[in-house]
C-alpha cells in the first residue's frame, strides 16, 4: 500500500465536442508532472475477468506541468465583504443573534466576528471550551469577558455582546430560549445556563483586515484577495445583528421576546431572506437592515433549518419562512475545492461519445480524473445510450461507510477491505469532502454533496470497502462488454438528463442504465416516463435506481442534495422539522413515498440487499409464454441463470428489486426469473417492514429476492429490468460465453431495430 502524492478532479461531469473541460491538479511533491488523455473501458482488475483496459490517445493536453500543492477551504461559513469598515466601529457597538451549539466543547469556534487572528485584531465573538466569549484586540493586546456557564448541546440561547468605549467595558450575556421543540430537551428540563457579565479596561478594537465572518475566523489579511478562516463553529445560527451602540440589559429581553431592537442598526443577516416556493437555492445571505451589506456562503452550510423560534407546527418551511431563520454550519462542509486551474482541453469534434479520464503521474504516483464525452449537443451517433448514474456517484462520492458507520460492517456482512485511497480518505477526510452516507463531525448527516474535488472512490480500478466493485468501476463492466461486441453507443450522463430531459433519451431506440442509479430528481423520473409511454426502450441493467429524492443547485449544477428521513435504508435521518430540500423546497426521502415507487417505471423496485455473496435466477413460468421467447433464446430449459460472475461470485446480489403489483408493476409485466441462493445477511429493506420480527432474512423471506421482468408500453416501447446490481459483472465470464451475456444480446439487438418492440 503506498500513499497517495497526486489527485485532481475536473469542473464538470460531462463534455460535448467543441465543448471545454478545465482540471484541476494537486500534489504533494515538487518538480513535475504528466498528463495524459485515456480512453476507459474495463476497471474490474479481478484475475477472472478481462483486467484493466484503458486506450492512450493523442491530445492537446499531453505533457507535463509543474506540480503545486493546492490547498482546500473546508468548513462552511458566511462571508460579508466590508470594504469601508462599517462594521469595525471605532467606538460603542454591540452584536446579538440566537445560538445553538452542537460540539460547545471541541475547541475554539468563530460565531460572529471580524477578527485575524495571526495579529489580535478587531472583534469575536466565540465559543471557546464550551464557554460564549466576546474578545476585543488592538494588535497588542486583547481583552475578553467570557460565560462562566457552559453552553449545552443543541440547546438554543439568546445571546448579546457590546463593547462601551467610553467605559472601555466589554459585556455578554446569554440566555436559554428553549420551547417545547426547538432543543434537545423541552421545558421539564430546568435548565440553568444564563449569564451577565462584564470586563474593564478593554483595549479598544483595531480594524482587522478581514471580512466579517459567521461561524469562523480569519486567520489573516486576505491573501491575494482569499481569506482563508480557521475555527469554524459548529452548530446553527439565527438572525445575527451588529449595532453602532451600546447594547443593554433591555435590548437583551426584548431579543428574547422576538422584539428586538433596531436603534443603531448597521446590518441584520435574516438567513429565511429569499425563502420561496422554490427554497432558497442561493448562497446569498441578505442584509435587511436597509444599509445593504448582503453576505455569501461558503462550501454550502445547512440552509432551511429550524431556527430558535420553530413551533414543530409547520414542517415544510416554504409555508413557515419566519421559523426557519436558521443556518446550521460544519467545519467540515465542501462545496468545491476551489484551486487552481492546471489545464483544460477542448473536446476535440473527430473524438467520439464515451468515458474517458486524464491520468496524472509523478514519481510512481498517479491518478485518473474520469469525464463522459457526450454526441454534440442535440443529437445522437448511436441507435443505443448508455446512461451514467452520475448523481448517484456523487452521492457516493469519498464515502467512509466501513470505516465509520457503527453499523456499517454488520450490513455488509463482511470484513473492511482497504486500500490506499480509504486510508487517504480517513486521514484527510475534511479535504476530500464527505458523502452523504457519512457524518459530519457534529453528528449531522451529510446532506449535499459536490463533484469539484478528487473523488477516489471514481476511479477505474477501486473496489469498495467490502471489497468488490461499486458504482462507476462496476459500470465499466458494462462498457467493456459494449466495445468487445462491436455495439455503436453514445453516452450521457444524470446531469446532461437534468438539463435536457426526454428530449434526450428520445434520440435513441434503446437506452441502457449503469448499475446503480439510486439517486434522482423529479425531472429525471419525468423523463423517463415520457420516454417509454412515447416508444422508447429501456434497458434496466441495477437495481434500487429511483430511489431517494435529490435536488440540483440552480446556482451550483456540481451540487446535489438529499435530505433522507422517516424510512427507508438509510446512514442518517433527516431532524424533524428539516425533510423540505433548501435547493428546490421539495419533500425529500423515497419517491415511493411520493407516489413515485420505482416499479412504476422499471417494472420492479427495491426489496433487499447483502454484500456477503451473490446468488443466481431461475426461470419463472412466465419464461415460457411465446411473446418473451426471443429473450431466451440460446438457453436450455430452466437454466439457471448467471450462477458465475466477478461481483460477489453470481449476477443476483448485493441489492434487489422485486416485481410487485401493489407497488405500481405494469399489469403486462412478465416476470421472467426470480433469484435464489441469498444468505441471512440480506434482509428486507425498511419500507416494507411494518413490524419487525423474525423471518425477514434470505431464505426465510418472499420479499429476498431479484425479478428479471419485461414489459411492453405503448408506441411500441418496452422495458427490461435485470434488477440486480451484480449483474453487470457477470457479463464477462467465461470470456463472455454465458447466459447473462446472451440474454443482454437478445434484448439489445431486438431494442435497438427500427421497429416495435415485441408486445405483452
Known amino acids: 500500500m503506498s500513499n497517495i502524492t497526486i489527485r485532481g478532479y475536473c469542473d464538470t461531469p460531462s463534455v460535448a465536442p467543441g465543448?471545454?473541460?478545465?482540471?484541476?491538479?494537486?500534489?504533494?511533491?515538487?518538480?513535475?508532472?504528466?498528463?495524459?488523455?485515456?480512453?476507459?473501458?474495463?476497471?474490474?482488475?479481478?484475475?477472472?475477468g478481462p483486467g484493466f483496459k484503458e486506450i492512450l490517445l493523442d491530445s492537446t493536453i499531453d505533457g507535463t506541468y509543474p506540480a503545486t500543492n493546492q490547498r482546500t477551504q473546508s468548513g462552511g461559513f458566511i462571508e460579508i465583504s466590508d470594504p469601508s469598515a462599517s462594521l469595525a466601529p471605532d467606538g460603542d457597538f454591540g452584536v446579538q443573534l440566537f445560538l445553538w451549539s452542537t460540539t460547545p466543547s471541541k475547541h475554539r469556534q468563530g460565531v460572529l466576528a471580524r477578527w485575524t487572528d495571526d495579529d489580535h485584531r478587531g472583534w469575536a465573538l466565540t465559543v471557546d471550551d464550551g464557554h460564549l466569549t466576546f474578545t476585543v484586540g488592538d494588535g497588542t493586546q486583547q481583552s475578553s469577558v467570557r460565560s462562566d456557564m457552559p453552553l449545552f448541546a443543541e440547546a438554543w440561547y439568546a445571546v448579546t455582546a457590546s463593547f462601551d468605549a467610553t467605559r472601555s467595558v466589554l459585556s455578554l450575556r446569554q440566555s436559554p430560549v428553549?420551547?417545547?421543540?426547538?432543543?434537545?430537551?423541552?421545558?421539564?428540563?430546568?435548565?440553568k445556563s444564563s449569564f451577565a457579565g462584564e470586563v474593564h479596561d478593554a483595549a479598544p478594537p483595531a480594524p482587522a483586515e478581514a471580512p466579517v465572518l459567521i461561524a469562523g475566523l480569519a486567520e489573516s489579511a486576505p491573501d491575494h484577495g482569499r481569506t482563508w478562516v480557521k475555527d469554524h463553529f459548529n452548530g446553527k445560527v439565527d438572525s445575527p445583528r451588529i449595532f453602532g451602540r451600546i447594547l443593554t440589559e433591555s435590548d437583551h429581553s426584548s431579543l428574547i421576546d422576538d422584539r428586538p431592537s433596531s436603534g443603531a442598526l448597521l446590518a441584520h443577516w435574516s438567513f429565511a431572506e429569499g425563502i420561496g416556493i422554490g427554497g432558497i437555492p442561493t448562497d446569498r445571505v441578505g442584509d435587511v437592515s436597509g444599509h445593504g451589506r448582503h453576505g455569501r456562503c461558503v462550501n454550502q452550510p445547512d440552509r432551511a433549518m429550524t431556527g430558535w423560534n420553530w413551533k414543530g407546527k409547520e414542517e415544510n418551511f416554504v409555508h413557515a419562512p419566519e421559523e426557519y431563520g436558521a443556518i446550521w454550519f460544519h467545519e467540515d462542509s465542501l462545496d468545491d475545492c476551489r484551486w487552481k486551474p492546471a489545464f483544460s482541453l477542448t473536446i476535440p469534434e473527430e473524438l467520439r461519445s464515451g468515458v474517458y479520464a486524464v491520468k496524472v503521474s509523478q514519481l510512481g504516483g498517479e491518478d485518473y480524473i474520469p469525464f463522459f464525452v457526450t454526441p454534440a449537443r442535440g443529437t445522437a451517433t448511436a441507435k443505443i445510450l448508455l446512461l451514467f448514474p452520475t448523481c448517484s456517484y456523487m452521492a457516493y462520492a469519498n464515502g467512509?461507510?466501513?470505516?465509520?458507520?457503527?453499523?456499517?460492517?454488520?450490513?455488509?456482512?463482511?470484513?473492511?477491505?482497504?486500500?490506499?485511497?480509504?486510508?487517504?480518505?480517513?486521514?484527510r477526510y475534511k479535504e476530500y469532502g464527505l458523502s452523504t452516507y457519512d457524518y459530519h463531525v457534529d453528528g449531522r448527516g451529510v446532506g449535499y454533496s459536490t463533484w469539484r474535488r478528487p473523488i477516489l472512490n471514481m476511479r477505474p480500478t477501486h473496489r469498495q470497502e467490502f471489497g468488490s466493485l461499486w458504482q462507476f468501476p462496476a459500470d465499466l463492466h458494462l462498457v467493456d462488454w459494449l466495445e468487445t461486441h462491436g455495439y455503436d453507443y453514445d453516452v450521457a450522463t444524470d446531469h446532461d438528463l437534468c438539463r435536457e430531459g426526454a428530449d434526450l433519451l428520445g434520440r435513441y431506440n434503446v437506452v441502457m442504465t449503469g448499475s446503480h442509479a439510486e439517486y434522482s430528481t423529479w425531472e429525471m423520473e419525468d423523463a423517463w416516463e415520457d420516454y417509454l409511454s412515447a416508444g422508447g426502450r429501456g434497458m434496466y441493467l441495477g437495481s434500487n435506481a429511483l430511489y431517494w429524492i435529490i435536488s440540483m443547485h440552480p446556482e451550483k449544477p456540481w451540487l446535489l442534495e438529499v435530505r433522507k428521513g422517516e424510512t427507508g435504508a438509510k446512514a442518517w435521518q433527516a431532524r424533524p422539522g428539516e425533510l423540505y430540500h433548501s435547493t428546490s423546497g421539495e419533500r425529500g426521502g423515497l419517491w415511493r413515498n411520493r407516489a413515485r415507487a420505482p416499479q412504476k417505471i422499471w417494472g420492479t423496485g427495491f426489496t433487499s440487499f447483502g454484500f456477503d455473496h451473490s446468488g443466481y435466477f431461475v426461470p419463472m413460468p412466465d419464461s415460457k409464454d411465446a411473446e418473451v421467447s426471443w429473450i431466451f433464446e440460446g438457453f436450455?430449459?430452466?437454466?439457471?441463470?448467471?450462477?458465475?460472475?466477478?461481483?460477489?461470485?453470481?449476477?443476483?446480489?448485493?441489492?434487489?428489486?422485486?416485481?410487485?403489483?401493489?407497488?405500481?408493476?405494469?399489469?403486462?409485466?412478465?416476470?421472467?426469473?426470480?433469484?435464489?441462493?441469498?444468505?441471512?445477511?440480506?434482509?428486507?429493506?425498511?419500507?416494507?417492514?411494518?413490524?419487525?420480527?423474525?423471518?425477514?432474512?434470505?431464505?426465510?423471506?418472499?420479499?429476498?429476492?431479484?425479478?428479471?421482468?419485461?414489459?411492453?408500453?405503448?408506441?411500441?416501447?418496452?422495458?427490461?429490468?435485470?434488477?440486480?446490481?451484480?449483474?453487470?459483472?457477470?457479463?464477462?465470464?467465461?470470456?463472455?460465453?454465458?447466459?447473462?451475456?446472451?440474454?443482454?444480446?437478445?434484448?439489445?439487438?431486438?431494442?435497438?431495430?427500427?421497429?416495435?418492440?415485441?408486445t405483452v
Open 178 to 191: 428553549v420551547n417545547r421543540v426547538n432543543s434537545i430537551f423541552g421545558p421539564v428540563f430546568p435548565i
Open 19 to 48: 465543448e471545454v473541460i478545465t482540471f484541476h491538479v494537486s500534489s504533494d511533491l515538487p518538480g513535475q508532472y504528466e498528463a495524459k488523455l485515456v480512453r476507459l473501458i474495463h476497471g474490474d482488475t479481478n484475475p477472472r
Open 400 to 427: 467512509q461507510i466501513m470505516q465509520n458507520a457503527d453499523a456499517g460492517q454488520a450490513v455488509a456482512g463482511h470484513v473492511p477491505v482497504l486500500d490506499e485511497r480509504d486510508i487517504e480518505l480517513h486521514e
Open 636 to 758: 436450455a430449459e430452466d437454466e439457471r441463470i448467471g450462477d458465475f460472475g466477478l461481483v460477489g461470485g453470481g449476477a443476483a446480489g448485493y441489492e434487489l428489486d422485486r416485481y410487485d403489483l401493489s407497488l405500481g408493476t405494469p399489469p403486462n409485466t412478465r416476470l421472467l426469473a426470480s433469484s435464489y441462493g441469498h444468505s441471512e445477511n440480506y434482509t428486507v429493506v425498511p419500507e416494507d417492514m411494518m413490524f419487525p420480527h423474525p423471518g425477514l432474512n434470505g431464505g426465510e423471506s418472499s420479499l429476498v429476492r431479484a425479478d428479471i421482468t419485461y414489459f411492453s408500453t405503448a408506441n411500441g416501447g418496452a422495458m427490461f429490468s435485470s434488477s440486480s446490481i451484480s449483474w453487470l459483472g457477470s457479463l464477462s465470464w467465461n470470456d463472455h460465453e454465458n447466459n447473462v451475456s446472451q440474454m443482454m444480446h437478445n434484448v439489445l439487438r431486438q431494442f435497438e431495430k427500427d421497429e416495435p418492440a415485441p
